[in-house]
């Protein structure tokens, strides 16, 4: 029912920086209650990055400890798309990074979780 992409992963510097963006899509979604970043680091567990929700009636974005500050997420106008800027990169951001679209669709009244296969972020020199 719905599609969900990422891309713009790649190499960056220590220091450098990095956008991503996730796409949602499907013939049938009819709303995207919030979009979320993961990533998941060679031999560690799946770690929540960035969440941006409209649960509340407006965009409300929260951040994990490990990248607030260096990290922004921002939601397209249609609802459908978020991008995640990461600046001040470091090693230790080297990672699958994963979009989370938690969405209505179908004839459903419920809202479902709808995950991409993933985008490679490589930090090193």
């Known amino acids: 029912q719905v599609q969900v992409a990422e891309s713009g992963g790649g190499l960056a510097q220590p220091g450098g920086s990095l956008t991503l963006s996730c796409v949602a899509s499907?013939?049938?979604?009819?709303?995207?209650?919030?979009m979320d970043w993961y990533r998941q680091a060679p031999g560690k567990q799946r770690e929540w990055v960035a969440t941006s929700s409209d649960r509340s009636g407006s965009e409300v974005t929260t951040y994990a400890d490990s990248v607030k500050g260096r990290f922004a997420v921002s939601r397209g106008s249609g609802a459908k798309m978020m991008f995640l800027r990461m600046d001040n990169l470091k090693p230790e951001d080297t990672a699958v990074y994963y979009c989370r679209a938690s969405a209505i669709a179908g004839v459903s009244p419920h809202e479902y979780d709808y995950w991409g296969q993933g985008t490679q972020v490589t930090v090193s020199s």
């Open positions: 499907g013939r049938t979604m009819y709303v995207v209650n919030a």
